[in-house]
């Protein structure tokens, strides 16, 4: 069956970094689109940021911009978010998405259970 497994979640100090993994299988990895999707509680769900399925091309949240990256590596079926300069507002469940399509057309979608990220002192 298809899986998502995210980690690296936990607790960090403000200004600190975290690196979340997102290990996926039952699926072909290599012809999915990836992405970082966030929800803190009370709050909706938002797009972190994405990346295409060479890697060639990637795209981020304004909130994130210049202290978040994303990768990933084809070859192990895993996606990355670096994650630098951790402010409180970062704070949610982090949730790693694979979807394939052509244009505006999703032929399918899928999620991982999510992983918690804390800033705090």
């Known amino acids: 069956q298809v899986q998502l497994v995210e980690s690296g979640g936990g607790l960090v100090q403000p200004g600190g970094s975290l690196r979340l993994s997102c290990a996926c299988s039952?699926?072909?990895?290599?012809?999915?689109?990836m992405s970082w999707y966030r929800q803190a509680p009370g709050k909706e769900r938002e797009l972190v940021a994405a990346?295409?399925?060479?890697?060639?091309?990637?795209n981020y949240a304004d909130s994130v911009k210049g202290r978040f990256t994303i990768s990933r590596d084809n070859a192990k079926n895993k996606v990355y978010l670096q994650m630098n300069s951790l402010k409180v507002e970062d704070t949610a469940v982090y949730y790693c998405?694979?979807?394939?399509?052509?244009?505006?057309?999703?032929?399918?979608?899928?999620w991982g259970q999510g992983t918690q990220v804390t800033v705090s002192s």
């Open positions: 998405h694979a979807k394939r399509g052509v244009r505006v057309t999703t032929w399918d979608e899928y």
């Open positions: 039952g699926f072909t990895f290599r012809s999915y689109g």
């Open positions: 990346i295409t399925v060479t890697g060639g091309s990637t």
